[in-house]
């Protein structure tokens, strides 16, 4: 069955700190790896994707994401965070060849970023 | 930038009543999703919907579901007689093809409460 994992569930981060969020994925075939952002009220926007070739994949707002196939990961990085990146995280996988049948989502992670 | 528009924000409704969820998707556009997110839980995919009729169905996506595109504009997600358990976010997706090569365009969200 396919799944997504995120490890962190709420992750406190003091502003132009480190960030990295961890993805965990089990798909059948090949995959394709998504994070998307939700900030206070707002609706779930794309930040960075992965389909294929270079597993460092750099997304919108600074933020990029490794692939590690040996290690079925595609963990969130940034190297310094702002108060805005407040938000809710989320990884998402789909199978290549069609969305159709839709993202499986990973449980999300909130992210509070304190001044 | 072109966005996916979900009406209402929050609704809420009795149990066993009937409610209907309505989305605009981007205009160009040819292929519609609903997710949902039970308040802590992952977002979940429930159908996809192209030409007319339903791609894939989650096992969410039982017979008190529905979905059409009654006008060329909008896309509902009708909820025949809601149950406790139908209290959630949810989301109307579109994209411009099938295939999450080309991503997804979220809406900001329609939180049902049943109560």
């Known amino acids: 069955a396919q799944s997504v994992s995120q490890h962190n569930h709420h992750v406190i981060l003091s502003e132009a700190a480190s960030l990295e969020l961890g993805c965990n994925y089990s798909y059948g075939g090949t995959v394709n790896l998504f994070w998307y952002v939700q900030y206070p009220g707002q609706h779930l926007q794309l930040l960075l994707k992965y389909f294929s070739g270079d597993p460092l994949v750099k997304g919108i707002k600074g933020f990029e994401a490794e692939f590690i196939k040996s290690k079925f990961s595609f963990n969130l990085r940034k190297p310094s965070v702002q108060w805005s990146d407040t938000a809710e995280y989320f990884c998402a996988a789909a199978g290549q060849g069609g969305g159709a049948d839709g993202l499986t989502f990973g449980k999300g992670t909130h992210l509070i970023i304190q001044p | 930038e072109p966005e996916v528009t979900q009406t209402p924000s929050h609704q809420v409704t009795q149990m066993g009543q009937e409610v209907i969820l309505r989305c605009v998707p981007i205009?160009?556009?040819?292929?519609f999703y609903w997710y949902r997110q039970i308040l802590g839980q992952k977002v979940e995919f429930l159908v996809s919907?192209?030409?007319?009729?339903?791609?894939?169905k989650s096992e969410i996506f039982d017979d008190q579901f529905s979905v059409e595109r009654p006008d060329g504009s909008n896309f509902t997600l009708k909820i025949r007689s809601t149950k406790l358990e139908d209290s959630a976010m949810y989301f109307c997706a579109s994209s411009p093809t099938t295939g999450v090569n080309y991503g997804y365009t979220f809406g900001s969200g329609t939180r049902l409460t049943v109560v």
């Open positions: 919907f192209y030409n007319n009729e339903i791609s894939e």
């Open positions: 205009s160009n556009h040819l292929y």
